[in-house]
């Protein structure tokens, strides 16, 4: 069955820093591979998506990449701010829309 | 960007009643609907996806009689849970997507949640 797999556990770094969230997945060739914020008790807001055939995208402070051999995606937040502390979600599509558990970030100042 | 609202935003009630959550795309048409309940600290869990017009599609495991999807319009879907009891409270969340072609077609909006505690 399709899977996919996010660190569990919670990232901590310091403010200023690059984070680096990991998205495994097994069983699947999605054709489009999406990030997603998620804060406390809310809903999850979409973020980025991009396609099998972009190797990176990019906007504003984030950064994603899509290794279709690998069947990796990595998700990096630049110049990291403690406002970016949340849990961030991946999901892949289509045909099926299916969602990795998430990464906690926690940025400290 | 597109906004789904949810109401209510919480609701408490007593075991055996019914509980409804609306689900609104407010600036969009939504044609399909993602029903999900998430659990704390755990990943979103989808229980049912409904296009407009038609049943909805639930997942494995998800009693369609227990939990009622309608999507009446394309800017509307509700979730009843039916004689609800306390392993029902959970944290009820859904999605919206507009539809057409390409890849945003694929984004998914998010509703605030409904936090449903069952006593």
């Known amino acids: 069955s399709q899977k996919i797999e996010q660190n569990s556990e919670a990232l901590n770094i310091q403010e200023g820093k690059t984070a680096t969230l990991t998205c495994n997945y097994t069983n699947y060739s999605p054709a489009y591979l999406q990030w997603y914020r998620q804060d406390p008790g809310r809903g999850p807001v979409f973020l980025l998506l991009i396609r099998e055939n972009e190797k990176e995208k990019r906007k504003e402070r984030l950064k994603v990449t899509f290794d279709t051999t690998l069947k990796q995606s990595l998700f990096h937040i630049t110049a990291s701010q403690p406002a970016d502390s949340a849990t961030y979600l991946c999901?892949?599509?289509?045909?099926?829309?299916?969602f990795g558990t998430g990464t906690r970030l926690q940025v400290f100042p | 960007g597109a906004v789904v609202s949810q109401h209510p935003s919480r609701v408490i009630c007593k075991s055996g009643t019914s509980v409804k959550i609306e689900c609104r795309s407010l600036?969009?048409?939504?044609?399909?609907m993602f029903w999900y309940r998430q659990f704390p600290k755990q990943s979103l869990m989808l229980m049912a996806t409904?296009?407009?017009?038609?049943?909805?599609?639930?997942e494995q495991g998800v009693e369609k009689d227990k939990f009622l999807i309608n999507h009446a319009s394309l800017t509307l879907s509700t979730l009843t849970v039916t004689s609800a009891h306390p392993e029902d409270s959970s944290f009820y969340i859904c999605?919206?997507?507009?539809?057409?072609?390409?890849?945003?077609?694929?984004?998914?909006?998010f509703g605030p949640g409904t936090r449903l505690t069952v006593t």
């Open positions: 600036d969009f048409q939504a044609t399909t």
């Open positions: 409904s296009n407009e017009g038609s049943k909805a599609t639930y």
């Open positions: 999901a892949l599509a289509p045909p099926l829309d299916i």
């Open positions: 999605s919206a997507r507009g539809g057409g072609r390409g890849p945003s077609s694929y984004e998914q909006y």
